[in-house]
């Protein structure tokens, strides 16, 4: 794959994705679990008993063939501030998707360039063991002749050992990065998803360090999520403080009573289809915890508004680093290049000595090592810039867009 369709698929179906998505659809749910006090409740069912003597009620209501009772919210002030507060944490649940979303596109394009990193530096690696092996070759010739000492032959035997060790690890690494890379695009343990040799551009980073920080200030997710946190609970508090208020409930019942349970006997009147309609008024007038439920919430409020300060400083913290590292990745990065281009100058030079017999094959078969190792380091500074800049637009939210703008 390319790194945009790892994206781009990491996004539909991660696991950690999906399972923010299901709290988010909680979330809303729970918008419709409180509404539901404000609308109807209607419940039908039957009293239906067998009287002697005078009609008894039973749990409160008198026995009937057919029976129905409804009742609303009209006016009830801590549940109106739980309706807000759900909507509220719906919000923040959404800030919470997108933070992960954000997480684990980071993730998925620093596990892309592992894998990336560890193929190409393990087919250098494992060139560089064939050019040992000429050397070994070479030196064990010059050995035999008498031209070498037997400790040339031991050296050169190590650094061919040394190179096939580098070659495994490269290898290991790179079968690591491509199952943890399969795994975080949703798919089994046993899959491995291969990167697409590729050029991708230099990603634009911010104008400018202060406009990242206000960038990140404004769409930092987790951010909003710890905003979204305080406005719930400061609705929670208010909800908390309301309790004191009159509330008003709408009340309707109906009954349908049968002259088997003896209503014509003691009472002057029967009739078969009864109802009520009214409201219930309730005004609560001691209620001594609520001003402890509301300091209690207060003070998770405190500790939120603290939170929320500690995250703005680490944020703007957080990008002043990666500025930093992004500076010192370029500046390796260019140092990386132009060890390289030293070495590739030095290599074409050796090559026109040996035509002219002026050196040894062996020095031509070390130069190639050496280019082999700066190789190896252009690409490891490559890649740490790569992600230096990547982690900036992670930190700006950003990422998404600069990955599929490519």
Do not use: C
Request: charged letters at 25%; glycine letters at 6%.
């Amino acid at each position: 794959m390319t790194l945009r369709q790892a994206v781009e698929l990491a996004v539909k179906q991660n696991p950690d994705v999906a399972l923010a998505r299901i709290e988010e659809e909680k979330a809303r749910a729970a918008i419709r679990v409180a509404r539901d006090p404000f609308l109807p409740r209607v419940v039908v069912g039957s009293g239906l008993a067998y009287s002697s003597g005078f009609p008894m009620s039973i749990e409160g209501s008198a026995p009937t063939v057919v029976q129905a009772n409804a009742r609303q919210f009209i006016f009830n002030r801590p549940q109106n501030y739980q309706v807000a507060q759900a909507r509220e944490d719906a919000r923040g649940a959404g800030f919470a998707t997108a933070g992960k979303r954000d997480e684990v596109i980071y993730r998925t394009a620093s596990l892309y360039v592992d894998a990336e990193r560890a193929a190409r530096i393990g087919g250098i690696a494992r060139k560089s063991i064939d050019d040992q092996q000429q050397v070994l070759d070479s030196v064990r010739a010059q050995v035999q002749e008498g031209r070498a000492l037997p400790l040339a032959e031991k050296e050169a035997e190590l650094a061919v050992a040394r190179s096939r060790q580098l070659a495994e690890n490269y290898s290991d690494d790179e079968a690591a990065a491509e199952t943890q890379l399969a795994i975080a695009l949703g798919f089994p343990a046993e899959d491995r998803v291969v990167p697409v040799e590729e050029e991708r551009p230099a990603p634009a980073l911010p104008a400018s360090q202060e406009s990242a920080i206000q960038s990140a200030l404004k769409s930092n997710e987790d951010l909003r999520q710890l905003q979204s946190q305080v406005a719930s609970k400061q609705l929670e508090i208010r909800g908390e403080k309301s309790q004191r208020l009159p509330r008003v409930d709408l009340v309707a019942q109906y009954g349908m009573l049968a002259k088997f349970n003896n209503y014509a006997q003691f009472f002057q009147k029967f009739q078969r289809n009864n109802g009520e309609l009214g409201v219930s008024f309730q005004l609560p007038i001691f209620s001594p915890g609520v001003s402890a439920t509301a300091a209690e919430t207060e003070a998770d409020l405190a500790h939120l508004k603290i939170e929320l300060t500690n995250t703005r400083n680490r944020i703007a913290s957080d990008i002043e680093q990666s500025f930093r590292d992004q500076r010192k990745a370029s500046a390796a990065a260019d140092v990386a290049q132009l060890d390289l281009d030293v070495a590739r100058g030095q290599l074409d030079v050796d090559l026109a000595l040996l035509q002219e017999g002026r050196i040894p094959m062996r020095q031509v078969e070390d130069a190639r090592l050496v280019e082999s190792d700066k190789w190896i380091a252009f690409y490891d500074a490559r890649y740490t810039l790569e992600k230096a800049r990547w982690n900036i637009l992670r930190l700006t939210g950003t990422l998404l867009g600069a990955i599929e703008g490519e």
